[in-house]
Each structure stands twice: as C-alpha cells, then as structure tokens.
C-alpha cells in the first residue's frame, strides 16, 4: 500500500497534466489559425505582429512572422519522383507565415506553431 498509493497519485497529476495541455493546445491551435485567417482576408501584405487572447481563464500570447519561401529550407528533405523543379519557386510571391502561440499549464510553457504559405502577388 505504501508503494501503491504514491505512484497512483503521480500517474493521476500527470493524466491531468497531459489533458490541461491537450486542452490548451487546441485553444492555442484555433487562435493561431483564427490570427492567420483574419490577416490573410484582411488583405494586407505584411504578415506579422504579436497579441495576447483570452479564451476564458486562460491566457494566450501569438507572435506572427512572415518570411519568403524556400522550399530547400522550408521542407524536410524528401525524394523528389515526380521530378517537380522545387527551385522554381517565385520567394518573392510565395511567403510562409508562421503563427507561434505561447501558454502556461501547470507552471510550465508550451506551444503551438501553425504556418502556411500565401500567395503574395496582387490580385
């Protein structure tokens, strides 16, 4: 009983621990997806920023950047079968935007990285 109980105790606070997190993780997930959308129907051409969400007691804080594309660097190293040019992409037009939101659970951080790609050329 005595090894039992604690070890019972310490795998309750982690299964609460992971669910806080899984929970906020979502939030986070949705309010990075919410701040991409809005700037992206907003129409502007500069893609960054920083603010700070409430989603009922908790508190979120997203950090947004906007960085040309490169498909040497952005993408994980992949074999190429289909022969696509991945060098014949325009870094000018094509921007990869990244929202990254911080948030506390239980005394720790975590975060959520979203990014996309836009089509920067007028329209």
Known sequence: MAVLVPLT??????????????QRKELAARIADKVINEAIVSGQNQFAGQGNEQSGSFQFHWVMTDR????LTSLPVIANPNGVNQNG???????????????????????????????????
């Open 68 to 71: 040309p594309f490169n498909p």
């Open 9 to 22: 105790v310490e795998g309750m606070r982690l299964a609460t621990l992971a669910g806080e997190v899984a």
């Open 89 to 123: 992409v325009n870094s000018s037009i094509i921007h990869e935007v990244s929202v990254d939101v911080t948030f506390a659970a239980q005394g720790k951080n975590y975060d959520v990285l979203l990014s996309t790609l836009v089509n920067m050329s007028p329209q």
